[in-house]
């Protein structure tokens, strides 16, 4: 029987040749991959520096201008301008993925002019705290509250340069506390940030059986009160301040659980006894960045036609027929749409209401200044909290 070709005394199969060879192209051609990588590395340091070094002279101009060193109008603009140059070229990174990066990289720049300080309803490990990082990156110097009273008093008094409070969720609407003490704050609103509502029942063990007792925020447990009603009934429900407070009892009692999302079981060594549990899959809630800054700057110069901007007002009117259709009427007149519209007890008087409205565009632009300058004439109490760019 004739040998097999490349096969002889002491000799190696063909088969096993050609593996060796696709290996010894696969090792050479993962050194020449790797080499590329790390000069793409190399490059990225010496751009991001160069970027830096800019950035760092910017602050010394800001500083001698008084102006702030967070503008988010500007941060917008720059997110706005990478997503697009990320689509020009192709990918293969998503979009979400190049602006999450490039929201680092300012982070780390505003950090190089002066860190901020930025409180938010704590403590660690709440989806306040996630509307934070996502909005500033983690270049900032946080500091967790106990409520939203406290969040504002810190930004009000000067004790942090910013607040990052809730103020409406896509399933059970505003948050009170938060549209209350809008009302009289000197702060305006300067940015918001949407978030998805994504919760779990957590513990310090995944056993179900073991649950005694559930901590959450009332407004947490709403958004899942069809899977706790099945799947939990009975069992004890207390309210917590926030869902960081929920997470961090529910790691100290081992008979208890807590309705939070997976930062708060990060931050507490919890495990997760169920997943998803929020009764709407789509759930968000909606976050603004206060601060002492004017809510209304002037428009920064080519961001009118990049950036959709939204504009959040306080409204009231007179207690008689036809009062609140004349307060919407310059809205519809000028040609402004509006998001939002949602009463609260005024608490001045009984049965006088305050009313939120959110409109799209800025405060300075001319259909949105012609409406607002009616809305001063006809309205019992005017308040504009501020225009800011309208969050993803």
Known sequence: ???????????????????????????????????????????????????????????????????????????????????????????????????????????????????LRVAYLGPEGTFCELAMIKQFGSGVQAHPCGSIDEAFHAAESGETDYAVVPVENSTEGGVSRSLDLLVNTPLSIIAEVSVPVQLHLLARTAEIGAVRRIYGIPIAMAQCLVWLDRHVPGIERIPVASNGEAARRAAEDPGAAAVAGEQAAARYGLQTVAAFIQDEAGNRTRFVVLGRQAGSLPLPVGTADEIPYKTSLILSVANRAGAVHEMLSPLARHGVSMTRLESRPARTSAWEYLFFVDIEGHANQAPVAAALDDLRRTCAFFRCLGSYPRAE
């Open 1 to 115: 029987m004739a040998a097999n070709v490349g096969d002889d005394a002491g000799g190696v199969p063909a088969g096993a040749a050609r593996d060796d060879a696709a290996d010894e192209w696969r090792t050479q051609r993962l050194q020449e991959l790797r080499d590329a990588i790390d000069e793409a590395d190399a490059r990225l340091v010496e751009l991001l520096n160069e970027r830096m070094r800019h950035v760092v002279e910017v602050g010394r101009l800001k500083n001698g201008t008084g102006a702030p060193i967070y503008q988010p109008d500007r941060e917008a603009q720059v997110l706005q301008r990478v997503a697009r140059a990320n689509r020009a070229h192709g990918g293969p990174l998503p979009d979400a993925a190049v602006t999450a990066i490039f929201r680092e990289v300012m982070s780390a720049g505003r950090a190089l002019q002066r860190p």
